[in-house]
C-alpha cells in the first residue's frame, strides 16, 4: 500500500483495530464475569451479561464512528486495513450484534436458556465479522472467517433440546465447511500464481500478466463460490431454511443480517479491489496497469447475472409455499441477497452505494421482524405456523403493528426503507444497461410482496383458530424494535444522508491501494 504508515506499535493497533480489540478482550472479560455470577439466580445473571454485551457493541460502534471511520492505514503487517469502507459494513454488523443482544436478555429468560457462553460467542462473532471485512490479506480472511463461523455454528445449535436446531446447524457446519474449503483453495492457487496473499498486490501481480490464464480464473471462481455460500446465493444456498427455522429466532435475525453483511462486504472487496479494481479513478500512478483487470467482467458479470436472477426468482417462489413464518423468511433472505447482486453486477458508485445502503436496511427491517416472532412466540416453536397469526393484530395490536412495519419494508413498499434500498440498485443497474434484470427484480419484488401481505391478511382479515400467548416482553426488546421502527419510517422518508454517508464509504475501496 503506497504512501500509507506501515509502522507497527499498540497505539497504532489501537487506532486501525480497536474495535476487533473492544470485543476480543470484553469477549475474555465475560468469561470470567459468567463465572463469578454462577451464583446469582439465572435472571440476574442473564440481565448483566446481556448488558455488558450492549454496552460492549455500543463501545465498539462509538470506536468505528469517531476513531477509524476517519482513518486511512493499515496495520499488523499489511494485514488489515482501516478504510471508510470496512468501517461502514462494521458499524452495520455490530448494530445487528447490539440489536440482537438487547432482544436476547428477554429471548433467553423465556426459553429459559440462561447461558454465558450465549453472549460470548455471539461477541466472538462479531469480533470475527469485523476482522474479515477489514482484512486485505487473504489468509487472514479465511481465519477470521472461520472465527465468526464457528461461534455462529454453535448459536445455531444452542437450542440443544430442540432437534430442529442441532439438524440445521451440522447442516451449516457441513456446507459451510465445504465453502471454506473452496475459498482456502482459491487462496492456495492465488499464493502459487502470484506469490502473496496481500489483495492489492495480487490485483497489481495479476494486471502485469496474462490476467486471464486458467489458473487464475480457477482461483477467482473457487474464492467467489466460497464468499457465496455465506451470502446464500442460489444454488449455494441449501442450507439456509434449514439453518433458520431450527437456530434460535434471536440468532436467525443476526444471521440474516450480521453475516449477510460480513459476506457482501469482503465479497465486494475482494472483486472490486482484487479482480476488478476500480483504481483508473484514483489517480495512484503506480497501479494504473491494474485497469487491465476490468477485463474480468466480461467472465464474473454473467455469472452473477445468473446468480442473481435465480437467487431472486428462487428465494421469492419458494417462500410463497411455506407455512412456517422463519422458513417463509429464509427464503426471503435468499431472495434479498439476489436483489444486492443486482447492484453489484452494476458495477458503478450507485451500486457499490446501494448495496451498503441495503444492508443497512435490512439490518432494520429484518431483525425487527425475528423480535417480533420470538415474542409472539412465547417460546420456541410454539407458534411459528401461519395459522397461529390468525386474528394476532387484535389480540396483540402493537405487535402486529410492528410486524406489518417490518414486512412491508422488506416487501419494499413506500414509505419505508426497503423501498429506497431496492431503488437504488435497480436504479444502479439500469444505468448500466442491465434493463431486462432490473425488470425482472422488479417482477420478484411483487411476488414476495404476496407473501409478505399474506401475513398481514391472516393477522388483521381472519379469526383467531389456536390461541398464542406472547412471551414476557422485556424493556431492552422495546427499545430494540422501537429503534428498529423509527429507523425504518425514517430512512423511508430521509434517506439522503445514510446514501451519502455510504457513497464515501464505497468510494474508498479506490484508494485502499
Known amino acids: 500500500m503506497n504512501q500509507i504508515n506501515m509502522s507497527f506499535d499498540l497505539y497504532h493497533l489501537w487506532e486501525v483495530c480497536g474495535g476487533q480489540l473492544i470485543l476480543i478482550v470484553a469477549g475474555l472479560i465475560l468469561i470470567f464475569a459468567d463465572l463469578l455470577l454462577m451464583g446469582k439466580d439465572p435472571d440476574t445473571r442473564g440481565k448483566w451479561l446481556g448488558w455488558l454485551t450492549i454496552f460492549t457493541f455500543a463501545a465498539t460502534i462509538g470506536h468505528l464512528a469517531n476513531r477509524e471511520w476517519y482513518l486511512h492505514d493499515a496495520v499488523f503487517m499489511d494485514v488489515f486495513s482501516a478504510d471508510k469502507f470496512s468501517v461502514f459494513v462494521s458499524i452495520v454488523m455490530v448494530f445487528a450484534g447490539l440489536l440482537s443482544a438487547m432482544m436476547s436478555i428477554g429471548y433467553l429468560r423465556n426459553n429459559r436458556l440462561i447461558k454465558g457462553e450465549y453472549y460470548i460467542l455471539l461477541i466472538f462473532a462479531v469480533a470475527g465479522a469485523i476482522g474479515l471485512v477489514q482484512a486485505v490479506d487473504l489468509l487472514m480472511m479465511f481465519i477470521t472467517l472461520e472465527v465468526m463461523s464457528l461461534a455462529i455454528y454453535a448459536l445455531a445449535a444452542f437450542l440443544k433440546e430442540s432437534s430442529f436446531s442441532q ?143 435465480l437467487t431472486m426468482f428462487f428465494g421469492n417462489l419458494i417462500a410463497v409455499s411455506q407455512r412456517n413464518i ?71 395490536p402493537s405487535l402486529a403493528f410492528l410486524l406489518s412495519l417490518f414486512l412491508v419494508a422488506m416487501a419494499g413498499l413506500p414509505p419505508t426503507v426497503g423501498f429506497i434500498a431496492k431503488f437504488y440498485v435497480f436504479s444502479a443497474a439500469i444505468k448500466e444497461g442491465y434493463y431486462v434484470l432490473a425488470a425482472l427484480g422488479v417482477l420478484t419484488s411483487v411476488i414476495g410482496a404476496y407473501y409478505y401481505l ?30 428498529a421502527a423509527i429507523g425504518v419510517i425514517y430512512l423511508g422518508i430521509l434517506p439522503e444522508n445514510l446514501a451519502s454517508v455510504a457513497n464515501i464509504a464505497q468510494e474508498s475501496l479506490a484508494m485502499i491501494f
Open 167 to 309: 439438524e440445521g446447524a451440522l447442516k451449516y457446519f457441513l456446507l459451510g465447511s465445504f465453502g471454506s474449503a473452496l475459498f482456502l483453495f482459491g487462496v492456495a492457487i492465488v499464493y502459487g500464481v502470484t506469490g502473496t496473499l496481500n489483495i492489492t498486490q495480487m490485483a497489481k501481480f495479476i494486471a502485469e500478466g496474462d490476467y486471464a490464464t486458467l489458473p487464475v480464473l480457477i482461483a477467482f471462481a473457487m474464492i467467489m463460490a466460497g464468499f457465496f455460500f455465506k451470502m446464500a446465493m442460489v444454488p449455494f444456498h441449501m442450507w439456509t431454511p434449514d439453518v433458520y427455522e431450527g437456530a434460535p429466532s434471536v440468532i436467525t435475525g443476526f444471521m440474516a443480517t450480521a453475516v449477510k453483511a460480513a459476506a457482501f462486504g469482503v465479497f465486494m472487496k475482494v472483486l472490486f479491489v482484487g479482480f476488478s479494481p476500480m483504481l483508473a479513478s484514483s489517480g495512484q500512478p503506480d497501479f494504473a496497469v491494474t485497469v487491465n483487470l476490468s477485463a474480468l467482467g466480461a467472465y464474473w458479470k454473467p455469472v452473477i447475472w445468473w446468480l442473481a436472477l
Open 326 to 396: 422463519k422458513r417463509m423468511l429464509a427464503y426471503s433472505s435468499i431472495a434479498h441477497a439476489g436483489y444486492m447482486a443486482v447492484g453489484i453486477i452494476a458495477a458503478n458508485g450507485e451500486g457499490r452505494m446501494g448495496v451498503l445502503f441495503y444492508l443497512f436496511a435490512y439490518t432494520l427491517m429484518n431483525i425487527g421482524a425475528f423480535g417480533v416472532i420470538y415474542l409472539i412466540d412465547g417460546t420456541e416453536r410454539k407458534a411459528q405456523d401461519l395459522e397461529d397469526y390468525r386474528g394476532i393484530g387484535y389480540i396483540y
Open 454 to 483: 399474506r401475513v398481514i391478511y391472516l393477522m388483521y382479515m381472519k379469526e383467531q383458530v389456536r390461541e398464542v400467548v406472547r412471551g414476557i416482553v422485556a424493556a431492552p426488546t422495546v427499545v430494540a424494535l422501537v429503534i
